[in-house]
């Protein structure tokens, strides 16, 4: 069966709750268009990312891989099209580790661009009431980092698997008390099934005109 | 039976849906804590408001008068303390009246505190998880003024009506590609019901304290 | 000699510099269109202000009262039109006093509009090229009590003195780091000056229309 | 003579006023740490940046290539790090261009990091009380275009030059009736000298090390 794969964070820091962690378990085992989910929480950890987002990747060897974070202050969905070798942490991961520049892969490119068709998830998200943007930066920190990981990894391993990240605002709780913005986590969840419906599409009608 | 008036906002300028009018709407009859809401719309009308909100509420005499309006690029539930008698539109409003720092009641006082118990509300909305603020503006268009209407004909008619106003953000299918925050309509409509339940609760304490 | 009266702020908390003080010290003593400027530095306390102001105003007896102060996260001049009778402060003045709602004045009305000729100040300023805008909520903390003590004063002591109160963003340093807007402090002290001019031109003017 | 090549941008759309235009010019020929400046003027068009300015850096043969372009809705000094080989603009440019993810090189890497110091750029800034940060994303328009551009070419045409773009924030005239933060042009202008001055010690730290 084909298989998505989709990530999400745990806590870090002062966010003790992490919605994208919530929506990666809350879709594990689902079905969408065919396609079962395989939902895995990964934690805030440079290292631990950097050694087990390959290995879960090469397991399951999944058709999309969609990675979600948190984005506190979003109002919207990001749409995430750039990861960059880059790492840099003010505050340091849950590892205490507080890189300043240093690479992700030492000797990798510059930056991978999302395979996920981006354009048409934002599109198709603001169509169904979402409000959403695609973004060119998804920080420096594990959002960043787990994408490009995923990205690096496909890239090397040649797999065939289509891969983005997708950052979601607070839930309102979480805003109480900050004068940010929030999204409520229904609506968070429909946008990442929308971006995997989407991803499904995307590549059946690229099966269906290799065919032709 | 006791009452609550309950006012929203119809449509405007570019604004073709007011999630205040159907808040207002979808509480008409509905009880709650034993006090019958009446749900109605004004129209985005400095001189129908100024007309016809004084005859509403000498009409309906209600226990609460809580009235309910939309605060684009709001990112929480804003409960305001102030109304001030001034009329400054530069777009107009639904008659194309475009006054420019006019008094609202020519010789009437320059401001009015909210009467409901606005602290509390704020307070129990963020307990219930919902972002909310205390605001000491309710700006110089549709809202201030039927905010000021209301507190200056309960002053002027001596009725014991408590009254305020509540700003909504937009909802998330308003905000789409307007980069803007948004919040649920089921939240925002939560948060005006919380509103009238801690002034009924308000209303109630403030009655048992009197019979001691 | 008439008098323009320009009250600045001292340090306060966390902003251990205050440009407003600078400026009203840097315009104590000069001449603007035939009005010499008396400057003083109110300290952040409310106790103080409520007991000072009104005795420099009485003893000062100017034609105009301008009083300016910081507002960190604004990106333009706000000549704000309306004092609260309210004090509210999360963190205190200087003095630790963390007034949760109180009345500035016992017994004061609700609210005074200022008396300067705000919408011609901020027409001017943006004709001179100088980011400003009317605002309808000059806080809770001690800009609004200043504004407040010094409208309620007039009012009380029947003074001829017009009055109001201008914000000034952060100077480029305070902002480094905060991600916060700023205006050089030579730009906020030309925007103090075309206030003071603004001001004087219509006393001048209503003058010459009563003299007609 | 060491040479800085120093480009800004002329006026696009509503924008008619560019202050990168004038602070490039302004500094052409001024001589800074013993490296001559060359101001040149970029048009807001990618054909004519992708067509001319490798032949900029070619004839000249900067050691240094700093980019300076305009960041509307910016409160401080942007320092970019990234480019990426994309090119997207709903409004177009000026030949009324308006492409949709196209690649600005054909084949072309996704991305290059700047190199310039750019997180010393940053942090001296900062110590010069200029409000600066480091930026992940040079969008996806002229700024990044040209970027883009100089660093490929320098790597395709194995130049020693080193280069990197500087957002800048409106000045003050720009920011009216905009309510978007601004920094005055003289303080811009610090910035981008100090920005050649930090590239020009770096050059001679790597310099003198390399001879050690």
Redesign the interface.
């Known amino acids: 069966m084909s298989k998505v794969l989709l990530t999400g964070f745990g806590p870090w820091g002062s966010e003790k709750y992490n919605p994208s962690a919530e929506i990666a378990l809350g879709f594990n085992n689902v079905v969408i268009g065919g396609y079962r989910v395989v939902g895995v929480v990964l934690p805030v950890s440079y290292r631990r990312v950097i050694s087990d987002l390959p290995e879960i990747l090469v397991k399951i060897k999944p058709d999309i891989a969609l990675h979600i974070g948190l984005a506190p202050k979003s109002?919207?969905v990001r749409v995430e099209?750039?990861a960059?070798n880059?790492m840099y942490s003010e505050k340091g991961d849950v590892d205490g580790f507080k890189p300043?520049?240093e690479p992700i892969v030492p000797g990798g490119?510059?930056?991978?661009?999302a395979t996920l068709p981006t354009?048409r998830i934002v599109e198709r998200l603001?169509e169904e009431?979402?409000?959403?943007?695609l973004?060119?930066?998804a920080?420096?920190f594990l959002c960043n980092c787990a994408m490009y990981v995923s990205l690096h990894t496909i890239a090397a391993q040649r797999l065939e698997t289509i891969s983005g990240f997708i950052h979601i605002p607070y839930i309102?709780?979480q805003?109480?008390?900050?004068?940010?913005?929030?999204?409520?986590l229904?609506?968070s969840r429909k946008a990442v099934e929308i971006a995997i419906k989407e991803s499904i599409d995307y590549l059946k009608q690229r099966e269906s005109s290799k065919n032709r």
């Open positions: 109002c919207e099209r750039v960059i880059l300043v520049d490119p510059v930056a991978y661009f354009r603001k009431g979402i409000p959403a943007v973004s060119y930066s920080g420096t309102p709780q805003a109480v008390g900050k004068s940010a913005p929030s999204m409520c229904h609506l």
